[in-house]
């Protein structure tokens, strides 16, 4: 059974920076696309980025982008999301997905796994 479990959330002030880790089991992780996707409160859940299984390809949210990393290492089965220049409107719940496939996309039914997430509140 596959497990996801993040870490590393918590209170930052605007402008700072939080990396979020996210720990895999149950699967053969390195085969497979990893993903962040985060929901706020009264939203829908939105793909944040995604890392394909061999860590070639990355992909980011405009929202995102220029500010936050995504990374992984196979070895350890734990795949990274750095965030920096934190502003208010990150304050989300954010959640590590995996797929059943090597390739990354955005639309969040498509992936099969979830974490329980963890919660980053950006205080301005």
């Known amino acids: 059974q596959v497990q996801l479990v993040e870490s590393g959330g918590g209170l930052v002030q605007a402008g700072g920076s939080r990396r979020l880790s996210c720990a895999a089991s149950g699967c053969t992780s390195s085969n497979y696309a990893m993903g962040w996707f985060r929901q706020a409160p009264g939203k829908e859940r939105e793909f944040v980025a995604g890392?394909?299984?061999?860590?070639?390809?990355?992909y980011y949210a405009d929202s995102v982008k220029g500010r936050f990393t995504i990374s992984r290492d196979n070895a350890k089965n734990t795949v990274y999301l750095q965030m920096n220049s934190l502003k208010p409107e990150d304050t989300a719940q954010y959640y590590c997905?995996?797929?059943?496939?090597?390739?990354?996309?955005?639309?969040?039914?498509?992936?099969?796994?979830w974490g329980q997430g963890t919660q980053v509140t950006v205080s301005s």
């Open positions: 890392i394909s299984w061999n860590g070639g390809s990355t």
């Open positions: 997905a995996t797929r059943n496939s090597g390739a990354v996309i955005t639309t969040t039914r498509l992936w099969n796994y």
